[in-house]
C-alpha cells in the first residue's frame, strides 16, 4: 500500500532539500511508487491538496503565508472526519509566545510533535520510519 508524505514550507528550497533527503533514503519505495512525496508551499495549499489525498504524514512548517501550519493542521484534521493526521511542525520558532502556545495546543490535539529547524537528514530518516512504518 503506497504511503503519502506531505512536506509544506514557504520557502522552496527547504521543501527541495526534504524531498531530495527523502528520496535518497526511501529511493526504492519512491521508484516502486511505495511512497509519493506531495510538496505545499503554505498551509492553504497544503489543505487544497489534502481535499484530494489525505497524507499519511505531514512534516509542515508553522510561519507561513496565507495560512499558517497550526490553523493547516486543524483544517486538515477536519477534512479528515476529526481525526488527525500524523503532524510535525518543523519550526524555528518554537520559543515564540504566542505560537509556541498554539503549536502545544495542537500537539495536545493530536499533532506529534515539533522538530527544531534545521532539521538533520538522520532526525528527518528517523521521524519519518517512526512514523511511517506499519
Do not use: C, W
Not at 512536506?7 to 522552496?12: K, T
Not at 511508487?33 to 505531514?58: F, H, M, R, T, W
Not at 500537539?107 to 522538530?115: T, Y
Request: glycine share 8%.
Amino acid at each position: 500500500m503506497s504511503k503519502t508524505i506531505f512536506i509544506v514550507d514557504d520557502e522552496e528550497g527547504i521543501r527541495d532539500i526534504f524531498e531530495t533527503i527523502l528520496k535518497i533514503f526511501y529511493r526504492d519505495k519512491v521508484k516502486a511508487g511505495e511512497l509519493q512525496i506531495v510538496k505545499s508551499e503554505d498551509g492553504a495549499a497544503a489543505v487544497a491538496n489534502a481535499g484530494k489525498l489525505i497524507p499519511d504524514l505531514i512534516l509542515m512548517d508553522v510561519k507561513m503565508p496565507k495560512m499558517d501550519g497550526i490553523e493547516a493542521f486543524y483544517a486538515i484534521r477536519d477534512l479528515n472526519s476529526g481525526h488527525p493526521v500524523k503532524t510535525f511542525f518543523i519550526t524555528g520558532f518554537a520559543s515564540d509566545g504566542e505560537i509556541g502556545n498554539r503549536m502545544n495546543q495542537a500537539i495536545r490535539d493530536g499533532a506529534l510533535g515539533m522538530l527544531p529547524k534545521p532539521v538533520s537528514s538522520p532526525d528527518l530518516k528517523k521521524l519519518v520510519d517512526d512514523y511511517l512504518s506499519p
